[in-house]
Nanobody, 120 residues
């Protein structure tokens, strides 16, 4: 199984940028997994923000971040990143990276999360 550790969260003004990173480790090959970034705001359910397939060949985004966020992965470095530009207060929350086996629909391996705060 893969272990995930996020980094890069912090406090940023609205309109600013942050880059989140997720480092994977473990005995399983990182490139075996689709990867996703999720976020959870206080009092709200966790939502998917962006996903990238195991090869990096396909990415998907939730509508609210399209054109502002970019997910990417480096299978040689066992990392997945989320570049977040033009941040809005509603982007704030705890961001989690997650992994799933491509043949399944459910993400079942999670990092501990990193806090993103956006001031208006």
């Amino acid at each position: 199984q893969v272990q995930l550790v996020e980094s890069g969260g912090g406090l940023v003004q609205a309109g600013g940028s942050l880059r989140l990173s997720c480092a994977a480790s473990g005995r399983t090959t990182f490139s075996s997994y689709d990867m996703g970034w999720f976020r959870q705001a206080p009092g709200k359910e966790r939502e998917i923000v962006a996903q990238v397939t195991w090869s990096g060949g396909r990415t998907t985004y939730t509508d609210s971040v399209k054109g502002r966020f970019t997910i990417s992965r480096d299978n040689a470095k066992n990392t997945v990143s989320l570049q977040m530009n033009s941040l809005k207060p509603e982007d704030a929350g705890v961001y989690f990276c997650a992994a799933r086996i491509p043949t399944t629909a459910r993400y079942d391996t999670w990092g501990q999360g990193t806090q993103v705060t956006v001031s208006s």
